[in-house]
């Protein structure tokens, strides 16, 4: 069975749009890097499809949709900028890009945006989806009876017959907060956590990770339970003041969603000498900067950039070449980030 561009991009420690940059002889790449990928890409037999990457101008022969959530939030720029660059290069071989976002996680909007694409005539769909029947239902629609290729990409979603999943082991990394926790505390102290949206599976599984690893290793750690911020930076500060106000003591704070901001209002409001410990996640402007000026120890990132980019690739492959995803998760790394690191 021939190559496929995500094994020549794996085998050579590069990214997708690099593989195909050097197979097509454009954009600048050090003559090293070319070399080795088209040997790799030799030794495992790829054949490009290159009378479909030139199309005639203006004549898009596949469509792909993409479906995301909480599109102000600052996470969502660096997806939006992988999705952008995975359009621009899809689109000399001849595919339309059809993206769909919503400000908030809706059931019932996420499912009008899918049968907007659908009605479209999309070929293959790339969606952080809601968890819930609704879209379990109609993601398995369109697997089953319309056979279009489904892949979930940031969140997933049991019961579904989608292809693949792109993106962080977010259960492994909530052990990998607890683990950095319990290095930062003395793996003793009272520990507060806090999501977004219970409805969210991301946040859902780094929180269980999280109190998994917790029990199972830090017995002294105790943890004062779950509360929900809804993503919004003044919930987060809201929780965080009222909880130092009944636990001075407070030991370390994991914030496992969005809202962040809402850290560094806190202890400015609260003006207080001693600070607990906190771990967030995602390698934003606005974190680095809390990073760099102490309001918090570490930073988990999840890769932003290609969870965008690998998803509409990976359709295309599965479009153009038939067959299913190489593997069931396709995981980004857990980055961990402090302010000597960035």
Not at 5 to 18: C, E, F, H, K, Y
Not at 22 to 49: F, H, M, T, W
Not at 73 to 102: T, Y
């Amino acid at each position: 069975m021939a190559g496929t561009i995500q094994q020549i991009a794996d085998l050579a420690g590069v990214s997708r749009g690099t593989v195909d940059r050097a197979l097509n002889n454009r954009g600048r790449i050090k003559p090293e890097v070319a070399a080795k990928i088209k040997e790799i890409a030799d030794e495992l037999g790829y054949q490009s499809n290159r009378g479909f990457r030139n199309p005639d101008k203006g004549q898009l022969k596949l469509k792909i949709g993409i479906v995301t959530h909480l599109s102000k939030s600052s996470f969502m720029i660096q997806v939006n900028k992988g999705i952008s660059q995975a359009a621009g290069e899809l689109r000399e071989r001849g595919v339309e890009i059809l993206l769909r976002d919503s400000v908030i996680i809706d059931e019932k909007a996420q499912l009008q945006a899918i049968e907007e694409l659908e009605a479209l005539g999309i070929d293959g769909l790339a969606i952080m989806p809601v968890e819930c029947d609704l879209i379990r239902t109609k993601i398995n629609q369109l697997t089953e009876e319309k056979h279009i290729p489904v892949i979930t990409f940031n969140s997933d979603i049991v019961g579904t017959k989608r292809c693949c999943f792109v993106g962080l082991d977010n259960r492994r990394s909530g052990y990998t907060a607890a683990g950095l926790m319990g290095m930062l505390t003395g793996k003793k102290g009272k520990i507060l956590i806090i999501t977004g949206y219970f409805t969210n599976s991301v946040n859902s599984l780094r929180v269980e990770g999280f109190i998994e690893e917790t029990k199972r290793s830090f017995p002294n750690m105790e943890l004062l339970g779950v509360q929900s911020s809804f993503d919004e930076a003044q919930e987060v500060e809201r929780i965080i003041e009222n909880t130092l106000s009944m636990v001075p003591d407070l030991a370390g704070i994991f914030v496992a969603s969005g809202g962040q901001a809402g850290v560094r209002q806190a202890f400015e409001k609260l003006n207080s000498k001693r600070r607990p410990y906190v771990i967030i996640y995602d390698l934003t402007p606005r974190n680095e900067k809390a990073l760099l000026e102490d309001d918090v120890d570490f930073l988990i990132d999840q890769e932003g950039y290609e969870q965008g980019y690998r998803p509409p690739f990976l359709l295309y492959d599965m479009i153009v070449k038939g067959g299913s995803a190489d593997r069931e998760f396709v995981y980004t790394d857990i980055n961990i980030k402090t302010k000597y690191n960035l």
